[in-house]
């Protein structure tokens, strides 16, 4: 069975746009990351690497993206992903019909939450640090998703906290805000203990 040629139509090009876009933008910030002037240090990565690691990879998602639009069978429909095509397949073998698909769920409230939760984050976390910050923001958007377990949401929101602040501060070098007053020596303390300068 031989498959259709290829055919850019304007839907398909409508599709890919932002994708181009997005990766052409991402392509510039990378030639300017990749222009950081700063004094190499031997043994640290430079404050351009990151950035270009992350550009690199958004341009690669933005190529994926064109890439599965272009050789869709029907471009008015997203190519369905692996795990999804492995499971219909698996059902038409077994003879089950595969599940429906849930409906999709629209609550702008939860959203303008989200985004107000987002907005007050930045605009706190100099004062509150990256530590005190980031784990009141976890908090409050897994309960503002709807699930009400304490422990559960207190584990995950300093647990992913504490995950983000190591690797930023060991791995990535990256300088995260103190805080001020009482949050700043909360900071201080969980610097001192992963022996962080």
């Not at 994708?19 to 392509?27: N, W």
């Not at 769920?105 to 005190?132: D, E, K, Q, R």
């Given at each position: ?93 077994h003879g089950a019909a595969p599940a429906p698909a ?96």
């Amino acid at each position: 069975m031989q498959r259709a040629p290829l055919r850019l139509n304007a839907a398909r090009l409508k599709r890919m746009l932002p994708y181009a876009l997005l990766g052409a933008g991402a392509g510039y910030l990378y030639y300017v990351a990749a222009n950081i002037d700063y004094v190499r240090r031997a043994g640290t990565l430079g404050p351009d690497f990151w950035p270009r690691v992350i550009l690199l990879l958004l341009i690669a998602v933005c190529a994926v993206a064109m890439i599965r639009i272009a050789i869709a069978r029907e471009p008015g429909r997203d190519v369905a992903g692996v795990l999804e095509a492995i499971a219909a397949e698996t059902a038409r073998e077994h003879g089950a019909a595969p599940a429906p698909a849930p409906p999709a769920a629209n609550h702008p409230l939860i959203l303008a939450g989200g985004i107000a939760l987002t907005a007050l984050y930045v605009a706190t976390v100099a004062t509150l640090g990256f530590v005190t910050g980031s784990a009141a923001y976890l908090a409050a958007f897994i309960v503002l998703g709807g699930y009400r377990r304490p422990a559960v949401v207190a584990a995950v929101s300093l647990g992913g906290t504490l995950l983000l602040f190591f690797f930023f501060v060991k791995v990535v070098y990256v300088s995260l805000p103190l805080g001020t007053g009482p949050f700043q020596r909360v900071t201080l303390i969980l610097m001192s203990l992963l022996g962080v300068r």
